[in-house]
Nanobody
Framework: QVQLVESGGRLVQAGGSLRLSCAASGRTFSSYAAGWFRQAPGKEREYVGAISWSGGSTYYADSVKGRFTISRDNAKNTVYLQMNTLEPEDTAVYYC???????????????????WGQGTLVTVSS
C-alpha cells in the first residue's frame, strides 16, 4: 500500500518560488503515476498537473503551465512540484495523489484515485 506525505508549503511573497515534495512509502510507487492538485478556501479541488511513472511525460493545467514543473526521483520515492512566479491566486492547500493508471486518468478521475496525501498549505502574499 502506497502512502503519501507532502511537505514544503509555507508563506511566500508574490513573484517568489517554492518547491513542494511528496514522499511516498511502498515499494510499488515507482510504477504509479502521480499528480498534484490544490484547493483554495471555498473552492473545488483543482487539478495542477501530473507525471507518468517514469517521469518521461508531464501534464499541466493551463493556469500553471510555464510556471510550475513536476518531476520525480523514483530512487527517493519522491515527486516534486517546483512553483515559480507565484501569484496570490496560487494560495491553496496542495495535495499529491498517485494511481497505477496513467496521468490522463489522474486528471479525469481524481475523485477515485488510489491514494492521497494530507496536503500542505501554500500562502502567497501580495
Amino acid at each position: 500500500q502506497v502512502q503519501l506525505v507532502e511537505s514544503g508549503g509555507r508563506l511566500v511573497q508574490a513573484g517568489g518560488s517554492l518547491r513542494l515534495s511528496c514522499a511516498a512509502s511502498g515499494r510499488t510507487f515507482s510504477s504509479y503515476a502521480a499528480g498534484w492538485f490544490r484547493q483554495a478556501p471555498g473552492k473545488e479541488r483543482e487539478y495542477v498537473g501530473a507525471i507518468s511513472w517514469s517521469g518521461g511525460s508531464t501534464y499541466y493545467a493551463d493556469s500553471v503551465k510555464g510556471r510550475f514543473t513536476i518531476s520525480r526521483d523514483n530512487a527517493k520515492n519522491t515527486v516534486y512540484l517546483q512553483m515559480n512566479t507565484l501569484e496570490p491566486e496560487d494560495t491553496a492547500v496542495y495535495y499529491c495523489a498517485a494511481d497505477p493508471r496513467d496521468p490522463p486518468y489522474i486528471r479525469s478521475h481524481y475523485r477515485v484515485l488510489e491514494v492521497w496525501g494530507q496536503g500542505t498549505l501554500v500562502t502567497v502574499s501580495s
